[in-house]
């Protein structure tokens, strides 16, 4: 089973870092919702940053404005996290030329498509 982080997780149903939350765990993915400013989201313990969870992490989508993108990169760098999906809203050249920079395999795209799976069911 692969390891997703969700960064920019929210509580809010309406929001794509749920929607996200949900997709994945939907297509048979570990989650792990990454956000400061969440104790809780779908009943998983969120972390203020990847560089929190004790343990290996897969991949990660970003829902995350791209100024907060270009910083989280640096923590999936150090983390050791290869694959970054770059979602719309989060995809600026910034934050892709930066993943790549650092050895990261951006992915812009939507994740939930990109899983198999529909945002609009969520």
Not at 9 to 23: E, F, I, V
Not at 39 to 68: N, Q
Not at 79 to 86: A, D, M, S
Not at 89 to 94: F, H, I, K, L, R
Request: proline fraction near 7%; include cysteine; hydrophobic fraction near 40%.
């Amino acid at each position: 089973m692969k390891t997703v982080a969700v960064i920019g997780a929210s509580s809010n149903r309406a929001k794509y870092g749920n929607k996200a939350l949900r997709a994945f765990e939907r297509q048979g993915f570990k989650v792990i919702p990454i956000n400061p400013n969440e104790r809780e989201v779908e009943g998983h313990r969120t972390y203020a940053s990847v560089l929190d969870v004790p343990e290996a992490i897969d991949m990660a989508t970003l829902y995350v404005r791209p100024e907060v993108g270009v910083r989280v990169i640096e923590d999936l760098a150090k983390k050791g996290i290869p694959e970054v999906w770059l979602n719309p809203g989060a995809d600026e050249p910034e934050v892709v030329s930066r993943a790549r920079e650092l050895g990261l395999t951006p992915i812009v795209a939507c994740s939930i498509i990109g899983i198999g799976d529909s945002p609009w069911r969520y």
